[in-house]
């Protein structure tokens, strides 16, 4: 069986909602970080997180 990983936020360190395996390859994943409340555009490969964008989640909808 393989192994979930949690992904932390790349800025401040903090657990995330978003597990992933090692084998696992996103692009372009919007991550959502509830403790500094930031979405951050990420690549994701071999658990290795690349930061493309951060922006400030908008208030409301």
Not at 34 to 40: A, D, E, N, S, V
Request: hydrophobic residues 35%; glycine residues 4%; proline residues 5%.
């Amino acid at each position: 069986m393989l192994e979930k990983y949690w992904i932390k936020c790349p800025i401040c360190n903090g657990k995330t909602r978003v597990q992933v395996f090692y084998n696992t390859v996103l692009r372009n994943f919007p991550l959502f970080c509830p403790k500094c409340k930031l979405t951050h555009i990420i690549d994701v490969e071999k658990l290795e997180i690349i930061i493309k964008n951060s922006e400030k989640q908008k208030e409301g909808y």
